[in-house]
């Protein structure tokens, strides 16, 4: 095998957890703020309730398609559909605050996951290039805010995030776009992540080595087998170590 020379980390449950609150309960609160936003600002006229259930159906909807295509959906194109559904004139300003106002219960309850810091600073002293490969339908600048804000953005020579990309995990075109970016071979980058068939599957289908980062819940049936797994953080390194053979 060749060496490896690139670490490339999933975002969610990896690095960051973003399922503090499971996405249902989140999905609520989202609705409830983004809905009072217009509310304060005399933009709706219309209940909660209707406008709760349009929102989740043509989430839904996006939701279906994507997971078919693999083409990653836009939350700012969502709401524009939104709006046209509901006849709502919306500014510019209006439009920021509204994405704001939805995002914002997510934000709030994201923690880091305990090693990550140490490991990004493990993996870049020992010479490697990093990079992040996630799937979210939110703009980059929240998820930037993140990495900024848990110390994780300095280590990171490429961010890749599947709403600005146009296709999620496990569709190749990602990890590729990633690899292009790093000017790794596949065959010389190793991922990590916590779902089989995104993270396991979609690397090693384009020829990356792939470790599986356990997470308690998750469903792990489908038969992919991973390169390794590790339960925390603080075991990556050795095992990295193994796998090239040090």
């Not at 279906?64 to 300003?93: C, P, T, W, Y």
């Not at 980058?189 to 819940?217: C, R, T």
Request: with cysteine; net charge negative; hydrophobic share 40%.
């Amino acid at each position: 095998m060749k060496r490896l020379k690139a670490v490339i980390f999933d975002m969610g449950s990896t690095l960051i957890e973003f399922e503090n609150s499971s996405w249902v309960v989140l999905g609520e609160k989202s609705a409830h703020r983004s809905y009072d936003f217009l509310k304060d600002k005399g933009l709706i006229k219309l209940d909660f309730e209707l406008y709760a259930s349009i929102l989740k159906n043509l989430l839904s909807s996006a939701f279906e398609i994507s997971e078919q295509n693999l083409e990653e959906f836009r939350f700012e194109d969502l709401a524009k559909d939104v709006f046209k559904e509901l006849h709502l004139e919306i500014r510019d300003g209006d439009y920021t605050g509204f994405l704001d106002a939805y995002y914002k219960p997510v934000t709030e309850q994201v923690t880091l996951i305990q090693g990550s810091v140490e490991t990004l600073k493990y993996f870049k002293g020992e010479g490697y290039k990093l990079g992040l490969v996630s799937n979210t339908i939110f703009p980059d600048r929240f998820h930037l805010t993140e990495l900024k804000r848990f110390r994780l953005f300095p280590y990171l020579d490429s961010i890749l995030f599947s709403s600005e990309v146009g296709y999620k995990k496990p569709h190749p075109q990602i990890f590729l776009h990633c690899l292009e970016s790093l000017k790794i071979e596949p065959e010389e980058s190793l991922f990590i992540g916590d779902k089989l068939i995104e993270d396991i599957g979609g690397a090693k289908n384009v020829g990356m080595k792939a470790i599986l980062k356990y997470k308690e819940g998750r469903d792990y049936t489908a038969s992919i087998v991973p390169d390794g797994m590790v339960k925390n953080l603080s075991e990556l390194p050795p095992l990295v170590r193994k796998m090239s053979g040090e």
